[in-house]
């Protein structure tokens, strides 16, 4: 069964930086896809960046230029590094996996960005 265990979130000021890490287990492919999806209150749950199969990367606009995904395949992590953080990153964030039609989530981990 494949797990997902996110770690690193917290409390930061505005122009922080966090970074977020995804240590997946119960799969012997280190090749499939993963992400990090985030979760605000009140809204749908959206894709921040993601790693494709092929090692290719793409981000929400939101992210782009601020925030930097990182995969480890000898370990099979996913990191997601976050900087210049803004209010409105403040959201659950969620670690995926896609795996054929399947798609596996951690438990989420709470970023607040708050002066």
């Known amino acids: 069964q494949v797990q997902l265990v996110e770690s690193g979130g917290g409390l930061v000021q505005p122009g922080g930086s966090l970074r977020l890490s995804c240590a997946a287990s119960?799969?012997?492919?280190?090749?499939?896809?993963m992400g990090w999806y985030r979760q605000a209150p009140g809204k749908q749950r959206e894709l921040v960046a993601r790693v494709a199969s092929d090692g290719t990367t793409n981000y929400a606009d939101s992210a782009k230029g601020r925030f930097t995904v990182v995969r480890d395949n000898a370990k099979n992590t996913l990191d997601l590094q976050m900087n210049s953080l803004k209010p409105e990153d403040t959201a659950v964030y969620y670690c995926?996996?896609?795996?054929?039609?399947?798609?596996?989530w951690g438990q989420g981990t709470q970023v607040t960005v708050s002066s």
């Open positions: 119960g799969t012997t492919n280190n090749m499939y896809p």
């Open positions: 995926n996996l896609e795996r054929g039609f399947n798609r596996y």
